[in-house]
């Protein structure tokens, strides 16, 4: 067993199961056995049970966001966002067995057609960051298109992906189609990787252990997913509506303690507003609200915990060029106040890093080429903000930057009906939106001889 604690108050709330190797081999047997069964559900009947899953989340929105709090400090108002964000997600994709087309492709003396068929086994991997929604896009579209699915939550927040677990058994998935394991990422994760019954790995989490598990997965020619790290640049134009970017730059770096893949870590600002930029940054960055992440008031909670909180300091030193900090409570808990360092040299690891905590850096540029230059200027290539109100600049901008999600005058990153991915060491593939049940079924070509 081990210890999951609440990262606002240091207390242990529960104890979870170590899976060992060989449960998690018979756990993979059973859903290895569910797989005909649920591949052949009838189309319309696999869309019934998806959509009584998502209504029983939705039923139970309240208890599994107070979970969430509990397990990871999310704020109660994102936490709530995220569990219904489970719920459309599964809507969505509940959309998806009954449209599963294939192709008919015209040939001499036959009929060609296609089919798109599920993999067997997926293995979904999850980090902590975000427990809920990370979990429900590798699982919704891989149910929907007929695999059988089992999911390892992070050893520090598996309390909501063991309860979405027993929602899908409640709501009449049968056995064996959706299991959630916990365990280590060395135990349990390894194992979905290197096990021959599963056919494809989901993995979101860092770049590091994404990179590893892409090479284990090679020998089998196993299908891979991978959603990594970020150091998105949220750049800012002189002629951008500067209040309206500055009130709102806070946001997009610190929702979720920054512990946010499409964080924009990074605040790159046109040399002539710089000085203007940060004097309307500063109130903005002292009045996120940082508390108890129950209440609805809260902005931020937490850091999820000790060792991530001394990671995320190390990025402080007491010489680093700190402009201003917000506010955090004192007592328990792995608070870390907001913090703003500027400027920070391009190469610095404050400027190249995934820090993944509330700590943003500030960079000058000159024109927008130098923009361009500097937002590439990572390994990352996950998400970013592009700040102006000239159109013409601001798509010239969104196609340079090499990045998979951008938005112009705005922080948005994920919505679960268009496309999510990174571009170079952020990721490969795409998940969520129209495409993501290609990730979920190989497509088999069929020739039928109409020859006499
Ligand atoms: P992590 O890589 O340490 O762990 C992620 C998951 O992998 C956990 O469930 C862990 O148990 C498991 N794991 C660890 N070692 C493993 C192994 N050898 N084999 C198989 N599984 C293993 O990441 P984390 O610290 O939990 O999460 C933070 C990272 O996730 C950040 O880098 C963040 O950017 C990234 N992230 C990316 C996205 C995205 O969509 N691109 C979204 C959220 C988080």
Redesign the pocket.
């Known amino acids: 067993m081990f210890s999951v604690v609440n990262p606002a108050t240091e207390d242990v709330i529960a104890e979870v199961p170590r899976t060992p190797v060989e449960q998690v081999d018979e756990i993979i047997a059973t859903a290895r056995a569910a797989f005909p069964g649920w591949r052949d559900v009838a189309p319309g009947d696999r869309a019934r049970l998806l959509r009584r899953f998502a209504e029983l989340v939705d039923t139970n929105v309240e208890e599994l966001a107070a979970l969430e709090v509990r397990n990871s400090g999310h704020t109660i108002s994102n936490a709530r966002w995220e569990a219904g964000n489970v719920r459309d997600v599964l809507h969505f994709y509940a959309g998806a067995p009954e449209r599963l087309h294939g192709m008919q492709i015209p040939v001499a003396g036959g009929v060609d057609v296609t089919f798109k068929e599920p993999l067997g086994v997926v293995g979904v ?6 427990p809920m929604p ?1 979990a429900g896009w590798g699982f919704a579209p891989a149910l929907a298109a007929g695999n059988t699915v089992v999911l ?4 520090l927040t598996p309390l909501t992906a063991l309860r979405l677990g027993e929602l899908a058994l409640e709501a009449g998935i049968p056995p064996g189609v959706f299991t959630v394991v916990t365990g ?3 135990v349990v ?2 194992r ?2 290197t096990h021959p019954d599963i056919r494809k790995i989901v ?8 990179t ?2 892409m090479a284990k997965c090679a020998p089998q020619v196993k299908r891979v997913t991978l ?4 150091k998105s640049a949220n750049i800012v134009f002189a002629d951008s509506d500067l209040e309206k970017a500055a009130a709102t730059a806070p946001y997009g770096v610190f929702d979720n303690a920054g512990q946010d ?1 499409c964080a924009r870590s990074r605040i790159l600002v046109e040399r002539t507003v710089f000085d203007h930029f940060m004097g309307l940054l500063e109130p903005a960055v002292k009045g996120v609200r940082v508390e108890d992440p129950a209440l609805d008031s809260a902005e931020m909670g937490p850091l999820i915990s000790a060792a991530h909180h001394a990671s995320v300091s190390a990025y402080v030193p007491d010489d680093a060029p700190v402009a201003f900090r917000g506010n955090a409570p004192d007592g328990p808990g792995f608070w870390f106040a907001p913090t703003v360092l500027a400027p920070v040299a391009p190469g610095t690891p404050a400027f190249t890093d ?1 820090i ?1 905590g509330p700590v943003v850096a500030v960079t000058p540029f000159d024109d927008e080429a130098d923009a361009i230059r500097l937002a590439n200027a990572t390994d990352y290539g ?1 998400s970013g903000s592009i700040w102006t109100r000239d159109l013409g600049r601001a798509f010239r901008v969104a196609r340079a930057y090499e990045s998979g999600n951008l938005s112009v005058n705005s922080h948005s990153s994920v919505r679960y009906w268009t496309p ?1 991915g ?1 571009y170079k060491r ?2 490969l593939g795409r998940e969520l939106g129209p495409d993501a049940l290609d990730a979920f079924t190989e497509t088999k070509n069929v020739f039928i001889d109409t020859e006499e």
Request: proline residues 5%.
């Open positions: 991997i999850v980090p902590w960051n975000f990370i390892k939550p992070a050893e280590q990422g060395s994760g390894e979905l990787v993995f979101t989490g860092s770049t590091e252990v994404g590893a598990l959603e990594l790290g970020g893949c995934e993944f996950l999510f990174g952020s990721g």
